[in-house]
């Protein structure tokens, strides 16, 4: 497997640049004197496909060699991964099959499917979503594409940090999604080079925390995983993964978070900043609302919102939920 280093990142970013858009930024100037410090969030949301997972994509299948994707691409992913390779597919004209957990949104399967890949459901999660298109991948001719397992995906993701830093230019304390790993090993990777004194936080969802597990010396494959809002960041993570020692090597802390923190960080997107954000990409957000990240005071923290593909049902759900928290966000953000 080829390896990763900085200069990965840019020149990722020449390649992918006239195919998706710089996402913007939001101070959120009441948390921020709440926490004693400054909160920018950078919404991926508002990416091309509603999440950051085109980076990647684009990136991997943009740097086949010539004629090399021409039996086609395949996937697993838990949908927004799999927008990103349709997408990048549709542009080289190849065929894109992704294989997903049968539980995914339907808002991320319509997408797929819009986008013109060839979408296979796999009963029982993400894992094995993942392990029945490794299996066919071995037998095919087909490209595969890894959601996190690769060097190129990796690269596509740290573009992100660099708009990010170029944007807020003081960050010096970042809240990054954590799933396998790629977007916080890219992230990790362009930060720490652009500023080695930033601190990175990975955050997951309590209910399936395979890198928590293994950052803090435990058995990752001894991890259960239940379903979660955060579906974006679930499942078990692939043996081997190159991005289990860049995590370990990047990462300063990963904090986990409830459902419920998830729903009141999705409620509070939608109230303070009218923005729809899926469980997945309020992780970061969550773990700050729920007062479980520490060094705020005096520093200036980016949070990472990572997509905002959710259900309209869901999200409404969500929200009528939450309709009572009005009062609790307006002490959270109080000075």
Do not use: C
């Amino acid at each position: 497997m080829k390896t990763i280093d900085f200069d990965n990142i840019p020149a990722a970013r020449g390649r992918i640049a006239s195919h998706i858009v710089q996402t913007p930024v939001t101070r959120d100037e009441a948390l921020g004197q709440q926490l004693g410090g400054e909160v920018w969030f950078k919404w991926e949301n508002r990416q091309t496909t509603g999440a950051f997972k085109l980076r990647g994509a684009l990136n991997k299948i943009l740097s086949l060699p010539s004629g090399s994707a021409f039996q086609g691409v395949l996937a697993a992913s838990s949908g927004n991964h799999g927008q990103g390779v349709a997408l990048a597919a549709q542009m080289l004209g190849v065929h894109a099959t992704i294989y997903v957990p049968d539980d995914t949104p339907r808002k991320k399967l319509q997408g797929m499917a819009q986008l013109g890949a060839e979408v296979v459901t796999v009963p029982g999660g993400y894992g094995a979503a993942e392990e029945t298109a490794l299996a066919v991948a071995r037998d095919s001719d087909a490209v595969w594409v890894s959601a996190y397992n690769d060097p190129d995906i990796i690269a596509g993701a740290g573009t992100l940090a660099l708009e990010w830093l170029e944007q807020v230019p003081a960050l010096r304390l970042l809240l990054v999604p954590t799933g396998g790993g790629g977007l916080i090993s890219g992230v990790g990777l362009a930060a720490k080079t652009l500023k080695p004194g930033i601190r990175l936080f990975g955050v997951q969802a309590v209910t399936s925390a395979a890198l928590h597990a293994d950052f803090y010396g435990g058995d990752m494959n001894a991890v259960t995983h239940h379903p979660t809002l955060a579906d974006g960041l679930a499942g078990p993570v692939e043996e081997g993964s190159i991005t289990i020692p860049l995590v370990r090597q990047l990462v300063d802390e990963i904090l986990l978070v409830s459902e419920t923190e998830i729903e009141r960080a999705m409620a509070y997107a939608y109230r303070i900043h009218g923005e729809v954000i899926e469980g997945a990409g309020a992780v970061g957000l969550a773990a700050l609302l729920a007062g479980k990240v520490p060094y705020t005071t005096g520093h200036v923290v980016g949070v990472l919102v990572s997509g905002g593909n959710v259900d309209s049902e869901r999200h409404t759900e969500i929200l009528t939920r939450h309709s009572g928290d009005e009062a609790w966000f307006s002490e959270v953000r109080r000075s």
